[in-house]
């Protein structure tokens, strides 16, 4: 992954961090798009201009994620992939879940 760019969205929330820290341990740089305000600044502070945050991007707007990917290539001049992590989960398993509650999410 090495000088990869990866933007992740969900960025700011459980499943995001993990993603983006992974990505950024094995040399990629993250952009971290996340339609809350507030991120998680000091898990990421040890990476330096490695790391692009984004809060405040509304992914359900067209304008929203185009927003978002040019300011990526902006700030990185390319783009090599797109992690998807955002949206809300239940923790369950699939022998205990509720197979109704799927499409709530």
């Known amino acids: 992954m090495h000088d990869r760019v990866i933007v992740v969205t969900g960025g700011f929330g459980a ?3 993990v993603l983006a ?3 950024l341990a094995r040399g990629a740089r ?3 798009l996340d339609r ?3 991120w998680p600044v000091a898990d990421f502070d040890a990476y330096g ?3 692009l945050a984004l809060p405040g991007t509304d992914l359900a707007s067209p304008e929203g994620a185009e927003r978002a990917i040019t300011a990526t290539l902006n700030r990185f001049g390319k783009l090599h992939a797109v992690v998807n992590a955002a949206g809300g989960f239940r923790w369950h398993t699939t022998a ?3 197979p109704a509650e799927w499409s709530t999410l």
């Open 36 to 38: 809350t305000r507030s």
């Open 21 to 23: 820290r992974a990505a």
């Open 30 to 32: 993250v952009a971290l």
């Open 96 to 98: 205990e879940g509720d």
């Open 15 to 17: 499943l995001g961090t």
């Open 49 to 51: 201009d490695k790391v």
